[in-house]
Nanobody, 112 residues
């Protein structure tokens, strides 16, 4: 079973930045960052392949950047110009996601 451990969340003011990290127990070709806000479905925020090809949700384009270090099986999400609507629990997983392999997520709260 794949293990995924997210970290780096916190409380930040609007316009601020955070960098999330995801440690993966094995190599996965395409990884994604997802988020789930209260009362909403989980959504894909960004994805990256082992070759570095990236895709972003329209709501975060130009503000978020996904990257990975293959040798460390680690995926990052740099989040800039954060908005209150970015508040959510952020998860990493394969894309498409591997069921029953979700981690605990990391809370991101954007508030003044």
């Amino acid at each position: 079973q794949v293990q995924l451990v997210e970290s780096g969340g916190g409380l930040v003011q609007p316009g601020g930045s955070l960098r999330l990290s995801c440690a993966v127990s094995t190599t996965i070709f395409r990884m994604g960052w997802y988020r789930q806000a209260p009362g909403k479905q989980r959504e894909l925020v960004a994805a990256i392949t082992s070759f570095g090809r990236t895709d972003y949700a329209d709501s975060v384009k130009g503000r978020f950047s996904i990257s990975r270090v293959n040798a460390k099986n680690t995926v990052y999400l740099q989040m800039n110009s954060l908005k209150p609507e970015d508040t959510a629990v952020y998860y990493c997983n394969a894309h498409p996601p591997i069921n029953n392999s979700w981690g605990q997520g990391t809370q991101v709260t954007v508030s003044s």
